[in-house]
Structures are given as C-alpha cells and as structure tokens.
C-alpha cells in the first residue's frame, strides 16, 4: 500500500481490511499480524484510497529486484519498513510480489499503556513512501526476530500476561526502528548533504524573488514539497545532520535577510517585516530579539 490523496474508502476494522485483503479472520479483533505473500486484494479496489483506523508496519522485501527510494534506490536490497498511523490516506496498485510482514494494531490495544501516548513521538509514522527504513542483514534479523514473537504470542492461548508482552514487543520494535532511522540518516549523509544544499538553494531563490511579499513566509511544508519529502522526514533529517530542525533552518535564513534589509537599506523596521512575509512586525521583532539578543532598531542604529 502506498501513500495517496483523494477521498479515501474508511476502514475502522482490522476485521474489515482482513475481508477486503481475503485474508482468513485474524486471531484477535485489535491486533494482526499477516504474510504480505497471502494478502490477496481484489481488482476492483485495484487504485483505491484507503484510511485506515489503526496502525499499519509493513516488512517487505523484493526478490524481484532493487526496490526504489525516490529517484534512487534503497541503501540495502534486504528489505524495507514502513509505518502509517491511523487516518493516514493509503492505496493499492499491482506491483512485484513482496515478503515479508504487516503488523496492524488498532489503538485500543495500547490505550491503556504508555505506548498509547509515546507512540506519537515516533516521527516515522508521518513519513512518506519513499522513506522508508531500508534494512541491513543484521537490522532484518533483529524486525523479523520481534515480529515473529509477536505472532507466536498471538498463536498461543490468549492469557491475563499476553498483552502485556505484546505490548512491550511492540514498543521495542519501535524503539529499534527508532535507530536504524537515525543509522539511515548517517549512512546516508552524502545523500542528505544535498538535500541540505537544495533546501538552501530554493531557500535564496524565494527570498530573492521577493516571494515573501505574494506567498508570506516560507513554510516547512513548502519546503518539504520542493524537496519531494514529508514534512516530518525533512525535519528528522535536518536535526540528525546539522542539529535544528526545518523550521530554525528557515528562521535562520529569515534572521540573515533582515540583517541585509537592516544594513544595505532604507527600510524601517515594520517595512523590513514587510518585505520578509511577516503580517505583524511585532512577530518580526520578537523573532529577530530572540535570535540576535537585540531589537531590529538596534541592530539597524548600530551600522548607523
């Protein structure tokens, strides 16, 4: 499944998306674990959009050949992972047979443990197709290990102790997902570093066409959709490699404009703000205090 706009068709089951993959009824109503090679969807939801009630972490692999990233390929042909959260828009379409696993868990499963709350500080739930979690042998090992303890927990007789180990399998398989993402980011590094020079470039381009004064500010989201990446990858990305975020990188280069405004210019203060997007200077001058522990006036009065 993939990552696809337009109005999706609703599935708040995972009884309900086990029917449309024809797959057998699963073995608990708010968690499954499932072969990719058994899912079997029917043509006419061939091209469908789907939103999904639950949680969706996919292991697949190809023996068909490398699996694409971008424009690219993946860093490992082993396999890759990827992780939706509930509501998220997802698609099907005809593709080379994968292996592998999908593990579905409704919310209610977790509700009454931390994961509940935590689970939304895995970013990776907000990314796109394309960054998916590529897998070395030895980080395939370690997926497959995790869940195929889970499928042997489900296959055993359900006891007061089951969810609880569920749970805690579930939660380590994130944390290491969590670290073969920040693995990814490092080997990948050559990769990012032009993405990083690309952000920069279409960063200057904006500012100096005057695109501030027709769009206002520039957006993380605008960003990321120059870049063609998620919001939320860009962003992990960027703080792994350089230690801020989208949004500082933006503010950083708002700060380095005003200071040019401030400097080669005639423009008071409100029209400095003007020029860069802000609606109100009062926002203007609380960023640029902010970042340069001085006002906008002072700053300017100082080159006077």
């Not at 989201?221 to 063609?228: I, K, R, V, W």
């Not at 200071?259 to 109100?280: D, I, M, P, R, W």
Request: net charge neutral; aromatic share 12%; no cysteine.
């Amino acid at each position: 499944m993939e990552k696809k706009e337009n109005a999706p068709l609703k599935i708040s089951s995972i009884s309900e998306l086990h029917r449309l993959l024809q797959l057998p009824k699963p073995l608990h109503p708010l968690i499954s674990l499932v072969d990719n090679t058994e899912m079997s969807v029917n043509k006419e939801l061939l091209n469908r959009n789907f939103a999904l009630n639950f949680y969706k972490i996919s292991y697949k692999f190809s023996e068909n050949g490398k699996m694409g990233y971008g424009q690219g390929y993946y860093d490992f042909n082993e396999g890759g992972m990827m992780f939706t959260a509930p509501n998220q828009i997802l698609s099907t379409k005809e593709e080379a047979e994968y292996h592998g696993y999908t593990l579905l868990v409704h919310p209610d499963f977790i509700r009454n443990y931390p994961l509940a709350k935590n689970i939304k500080n895995f970013g990776f739930f907000s990314y796109d197709t394309n960054e998916a979690l590529h897998l070395s042998d030895k980080e395939k090992t370690v997926i497959v290990g995790l869940l195929q303890n889970i499928l042997g927990e489900l296959n055993t007789a359900i006891d007061e102790i089951s969810q609880d180990v569920i749970v805690s399998y579930i939660e380590v398989l994130l944390n290491y997902s969590n670290r073969f993402y920040k693995r990814q980011f490092i080997t990948r590094k050559s990769f990012n570093n032009d993405l990083l020079s690309n952000m920069e470039n279409i960063l200057d381009g904006y500012f100096n066409r005057q695109e501030t004064l027709t769009k206002g500010l520039p957006t993380v989201e605008f960003l990321a959709s120059e870049l063609n990446l998620s919001p939320h990858y860009l962003s992990d990305m960027l703080r792994n490699l350089t230690g801020q975020n989208a949004q500082q990188h933006i503010h950083e280069k708002l700060i380095e404009k005003a200071k040019e405004y401030l400097t080669t210019t005639n423009f008071s203060v409100a029209e400095v703000a003007y020029q860069l997007g802000f609606e109100h200077s009062q926002s203007f001058n609380k960023l640029f205090k902010k970042k340069m522990n001085t006002t906008p006036l002072s700053y300017k009065q100082s080159f006077n």
